[in-house]
């Protein structure tokens, strides 16, 4: 369980709710739905910083510009007030939390399922005084769990009621949310005590700590990267997050904890001095980490099963010096598909597809009493993908679980008390739970800039406590308050999330929030000692216009056949090729899942090609045979989508031109706007005739028609407008440029 320090740091007020929302919609029901199952022992991590933010909800400490505009009477709002709530408003899952709402469900079709800033007046226009207040009271409730809804008389009367809501409801509403939070807290420590859960920590702000010791440690997954231009290397800094990690864990449930995740599954073999000398006795990382320490691969066949399970199922030890610790891995597969796959399934189909890898785990194993299967995943993020925000999945899983004579929950302290680690890891690989690497946190330019400002502000500390020392008078107390309240921004300025959003990997609707306040710890720092921050620092890191580098870049010429079917293998073998990315990870998803699962785009002497692929999720909705693969070419006919949508390819440069396509089926439309100097508007220029939509979308575009020349660069970016199925942008951030090759492009190629 987990979020950032979303507390803007000059201001005191919380930038975003996620912790308010999530306190109410997954905290208390994912721990308090266990009473239900009290043989079912499990294990919780508590991030501090989530800890901390709880406790100011539930003491009245805390607020939110969310919550400040929910509590506003409707007729108060001002202009601003009605855009934000328009824009915001809707931020939920549109399928399993707004679409049970009638009303809700009404509010956003009146405001349109994609909804631009240029819109806005032609959109409030259609809103009255009684759609704001219904839309102010709908967001809150939909973010309650739906069994609390059901369970309370109040709640559910608001459900049947759907619409015309009062102020008294909507107080009445913000009074149950208080309520619901302030038990959140008192409920882990209720069960704990009485032995069905176990509660572990991280550390405080949620920080890489390999990066914090080293940040050069992250050369050992990815020898090539390209890393800050200072170096980054405090260890002390990581032992100071892990005591206050621990110290607020012992001030909240009155004992210190056994185990600790490490935030991101993040380790290395600096850390296990670190948690081993503050009394941590195991940690938790990723399968991946296990098989790059042991050097080998743990095998798995094609259902995802592991062939290798008397190596994975166990927990090892890892040692520095005199200390070590246990070290448990994470079964990825099964974690992934608790996290991602089954939330479009049909909950007793998933619960049995569960318990029958456990099972089969069961079988393959010589002496399964003493193994130990480990699933994590995030607590909060994957059940609004899911019907009935996933109660029926759990409890179809744990009325199974519950009456399986070979499957046995416990907590990992449990299974450590009767099965110590008896394998002694070589070494331990310095990585993540994400891909064995720290690529997402470190790398990117935008990433390197942030840990290149933070290590600056950490200077400027150290020589203003030095300069103050070397006066030899003894610390006022008010400068050494200020000191402290300096290092604690430096501390939250070290957590994983502000990185996370940085570089291309990841994006969501608080991108601007997340740079903001980053930003704004580091400007704290110098404001506490007195110094004038960089002018840097005004300037935001994440950066719109900026290059997108693909995982897959083309490679060769391609001359695909434009007929909407991978006919041939090798057609776009050679093509570049666009990812979905940071779905399932994120703190927030929007939409309902998208329309596109991949672009793929490549070029000859001649044109540019672009292959649209649609997820299994849209074809199914299709009633159609959905594709085997969309990488490669394994694509198979018989998945035609008829699903409608749209999409805008948009060239910034050198040329401001867009190319509009529309599908429908196998019906399809492209034509290319050209932007008019003039009256700034966007007029048709041309169809374009080489299209075709069926199994995928294929579209050719002659460089000529482009106005664009050998060896000029393009710049574009795509959007794909899927209806109710929201709206996307590919790549998320940044443009991808493409060079209208010569001939000797593919000589070029082959020899690098």
Known sequence: MHQPLYKDPF??????????????????DMVSILEDFPSLHQTFNLVPSLIEQINDYAEGRASDKFLNLTLKPSSDLTWEDKVFIIQNFFLANWEHMIKPFHGYWELLKKRGFYHHEENVDNVLRYFSEQDFLDLQVLFNLAWIDPGIRANDRFLKGLVEKGKGFSEEDKKKLAAKQNDIIKRILPKYHELEKKGIIELTTSPYYHPILPLLCDSHSAREAMPDIELPQKRFAFP?????????????????????PKGMWPSEGSVSRHVIPILANEGIQWIATDEEILAHSLGRSIRRDNSGHCLDPSILYKPYYASAGEKELSIIFRDHVISDLVGFVYTTWEAEKAAEDFIGRLSNIHHSLEDPES???????????????????????LTALYKRLSNNKLLRLVTVSEHLNE??????LPMLYSGSWINHNFRIWIGHSEDNTAWDYLKDARDALIEYENRLKAKGERLKQEEADKIALAWQEIYAAEGSDWFWWYGDEHSSMSDKEFDELFRKHIKKIYSLIGKEHPVSLDVPIMLEEKLYEPSVKPTAFINPTIDGEVSNYFEWLSAGRLERTGYGVAMHREGKGGVIDSISYGFNLKSLFLRFDYIREVINLSGATPPLSHSGGGQGKGGECRFKWKA??????????????????????????????????FAERQKIESIAAKDVVELEVQFKKLNMEKCDE????????????????????GYVAVTVPSEDFENYNWWV
């Open 11 to 28: 201001t005191g007020e919380y930038i975003l709710p996620w912790v308010r929302l999530h306190g109410t919609k997954d905290y208390y």
């Open 419 to 424: 099965h110590p680690s008896k394998d002694q």
């Open 648 to 681: 805008l390819i948009n060239f910034l440069y050198p040329k401001m031109v867009r190319i509009e396509i529309s599908v429908e089926g196998e019906k399809v439309d492209a034509r290319m706007l050209e932007k008019d100097g003039g009256t700034g508007e």
């Open 236 to 256: 002390e800094d990581a032992v100071e997050q892990v005591k206050r990690g621990i110290k607020m864990h012992q001030d909240t449930f009155g004992v210190r």
């Open 714 to 733: 393009m710049r574009f970016f795509i959007t794909v407008d899927g209806g109710e199925r929201g709206f996307e942008r590919w790549p998320s951030k």
């Open 371 to 393: 193994c130990l299967v480990s699933i994590i995943l995030d607590g909060e993020n994957a059940w609004e993908y899911y019907r009935n925000d996933g109660r029926d999945f």
